[in-house]
């Protein structure tokens, strides 16, 4: 099974927040930047994984050499 299938399809935004390691307050900070994808369900905001991962790797720096 592929890692993605073992995870679930959507995550609360407390789980959220962990995964990425930032407080819940700062998490929806990143949402309403638009710097993180979400989606709502009813009133429920919820986060896929693949998109946690997407943005994690959009916020790498490149290490500076001196």
């Not at 935004?13 to 390691?21: N, V």
Request: hydrophobic residues 40%; glycine residues 4%.
């Amino acid at each position: 099974m592929k890692e993605e299938t073992q995870k679930p399809m959507l995550l609360k935004e407390a789980e959220a927040s962990k995964i990425l390691g930032v407080s819940y307050p700062y998490l929806k900070v990143l949402r309403r930047k638009g710097l993180i994808r979400y989606c709502k369900v009813g009133t429920a905001i919820r986060y896929r994984y693949i998109d946690l991962q997407k943005f994690v790797q959009n916020s790498l720096v490149e290490a500076e050499t001196a």
